[in-house]
């Protein structure tokens, strides 16, 4: 039996506010993602759809921290939903505690549009980060460059795993076998569809390039976060943004050159979460930081410190973007992948040095970083850097431990796990 076609809804109220300045009608954010939210049960019409991104792309409100913050959490409300307790146990049994890192889920990804074509760094590291890390990476197919993060997974040989596989129902069974899962947005984010040709066919960039990284469907069990953004001015509005959304651990990075990863070729410019204790506070201590039942203030403020990374702070040589930019298909950059899980790059290749840092990066946000003691596994020579360059991070301790998740097999063993368990699940 078809299903009825769903009311549709008017937001020409709305649309008269938002152009030419809603500042000076008093358009809210919470307005704004009220709107985006209709998007996703198709009760907007393709027009009003149109103008409402339109008109949030000229003013400039779509890159306004409480409207991308609200629109963020709109996306999330009208994602499937996973079952957060049963999430949450997978973890705690799973999750390996390590330094200031307490064994929880963590995402590494980039906005994209950053038109540098450079290999998929954010999607490798995430893999060579689930040697440590629970990573829970949220990725779709390419908008804007060739090869995007699922285009690469699924070109991987001689077994690519089933991204489709992978849902709110079976996600807790992954973690039960490896610490790696892919979260492919189109399974998770159904509601996407009904914008999709709206986007197209516009031609500019939309609000919705910046709620990806911001819309992962475990943010809930989100403990850190490494967010790349093409454009220097986003960063500060990103940091706010996961500020309001209340993440604690994050780091936003923007390469000098309008990179939305670290940067292997000069500087990086980036903005740090982190938590301090709040003087004001006066509550019980205890695990949560958050504003108690009857607490007029946090455990703890969070921060945004400012600062720039170079290659050298990671103990690595800078490269030319030429160098890590093939250009290639998804099969080739798949071949790349393959080659450097396997441990077949030599040591001092370009596009390792580059996966190699933003690796680094994670981790050090994460906290795994942060104890002076190692004992990774086999192939760990124990031997920790305590050296801490800007951002009073170990950056060259990170990248220590990001070769020994490629030269220990550590992190293809986890990536075989998850190809294993998606291909388990294909008839789910």
């Known amino acids: 039996m078809d299903q009825p076609e769903p009311t549709k809804i008017s937001i020409t109220p709305l649309?008269?506010?938002l152009w030419p300045?809603?500042?000076?009608?008093?358009v809210t954010a919470d307005e704004?993602?009220?709107a985006i939210s209709h998007i996703f049960t198709d009760q907007l019409s393709s027009v009003q759809t149109g103008a409402l991104l339109t008109a949030l792309h000229f003013?400039?409100?779509?890159?306004?921290?409480?409207?991308?913050a609200a629109c963020a959490q709109s996306m999330r409300d009208a994602a499937w939903s996973v079952d957060e307790d049963a999430l949450r146990e997978v973890v705690k049994e799973r999750g390996r505690k390590e330094g200031s890192y307490r064994g929880g889920l963590c995402d590494i990804v980039g906005t994209g549009g950053d038109s540098h074509s450079t290999f998929n760094i954010s999607t490798t590291s995430s893999i060579l980060a689930s040697s440590l890390l629970l990573l829970s990476k949220h990725g779709n197919r390419a908008a804007t460059s060739k090869s995007g993060s699922a285009d690469l997974l699924?070109?991987?040989a001689p077994n690519p795993p089933n991204l489709n596989a992978i849902t709110p129902r079976t996600i807790t069974k992954v973690y039960e076998s490896t610490n790696y899962a892919f979260l492919y947005a189109p399974v998770f984010h159904p509601g996407m569809k009904y914008v999709a040709t709206v986007r197209r066919e516009l031609g500019w960039r939309t609000i919705f390039n910046l709620l990806g990284p911001l819309a992962n469907p475990v943010e809930t069990a989100l403990e850190a976060r490494v967010i790349g953004v093409a454009r220097r001015d986003l960063g500060p509005v990103f940091a706010e943004a996961l500020k309001m959304g209340g993440s604690k651990k994050a780091m936003i990075i923007c390469g000098e050159e309008d990179l939305d990863e670290i940067s292997c070729a000069g500087k990086t410019f980036c903005w740090r979460l982190v938590s301090r204790p709040n003087p004001s506070h006066h509550g019980s201590n205890g695990e949560d930081s958050g504003v108690g039942a009857g607490e007029r203030s946090p455990r703890e403020l969070i921060d945004v410190e400012h600062f720039t990374l170079s290659p050298s702070d990671f103990g690595l040589p800078a490269h030319q973007l030429s160098e890590v930019s093939p250009g290639k298909l998804p099969h080739e950059n798949a071949k790349i992948l393959m080659k450097l899980l396997n441990n077949q790059l030599l040591s001092d290749d370009p596009i390792l040095s580059f996966v190699l840092m933003n690796t680094a990066a994670l981790f050090v946000i994460a906290g795994v970083c942060d104890t002076d003691v190692s004992n990774m596994g086999p192939g760990d020579n124990g031997e920790v850097i305590r050296e801490r360059g800007p951002g009073n991070g170990r950056w060259r301790e990170g990248v220590r431990r990001a070769r020994w998740a490629v030269e220990s097999g550590a992190a293809l063993k986890m990536w075989e796990g998850f190809v294993e368990a998606s291909n388990r699940f294909k008839d789910i």
Do not use: M, Q
């Not at 300045?21 to 008093?26: A, K, S």
């Not at 409100?61 to 409480?66: L, T």
């Open 15 to 17: 649309l008269r506010r």
């Open 21 to 26: 300045n809603p500042g000076e009608t008093n």
């Open 32 to 34: 704004i993602a009220l």
């Open 59 to 68: 003013t400039g409100w779509d890159r306004k921290a409480d409207v991308i």
């Open 154 to 156: 699924t070109s991987t």
